[in-house]
């Protein structure tokens, strides 16, 4: 996901809960983000947070459009999605997606139309269609 912000302009990744970070606690590389990342970890900001409703209220305070990507029956097809100025988007973790407390203060819900028989897509895949569809 570092290189796609990278490559997208992407100014800042914030990384919740069990997320690994590109640091460990005693302010280590973490060898195995480095190498995927091809560097890109060293070049985007990021920050580690324990809740992501905090860092929804965070940024809504800061006049940020904080976007949910999840299917639910609340959200937008991407396709219809006009990104705005400042946006910052919430992908969820593998298995359960977004969590409900967050879906409830986001801005947007936007979903990515699945045409298979899977319901989902990796958080790193999400984010890339996600980020791309804003540059064109």
């Not at 988007?89 to 977004?98: C, K, L």
């Not at 407390?101 to 890339?128: F, Q, R, W």
Request: charged fraction near 25%.
């Amino acid at each position: 996901m570092f290189r796609t912000a990278d490559a997208t302009g992407v100014e800042k990744i914030f990384l919740i809960g069990y997320t690994p970070t590109p640091v460990d606690r005693f302010g280590r590389a973490q060898a195995e983000i480095t190498k995927t990342s091809l560097g890109a970890s060293e070049e985007i900001g990021w920050e580690h947070l324990s809740e992501t409703t905090d860092l929804v209220k965070k940024l809504q305070a800061e006049g940020v459009i904080v976007v949910a990507v999840e299917q639910c029956p609340e959200s937008v097809t991407l396709k219809e999605f006009v990104v705005p100025d400042k946006v910052a988007y919430i992908v969820g973790n593998e298995v359960g997606g977004v969590d409900a407390e967050t879906l409830k203060i986001v801005d947007t819900i936007v979903d990515i139309p699945m045409l298979g028989k899977k319901e989902s897509l990796n958080v790193s895949v999400t984010a890339g269609i996600v980020l791309y569809h804003g540059l064109v």
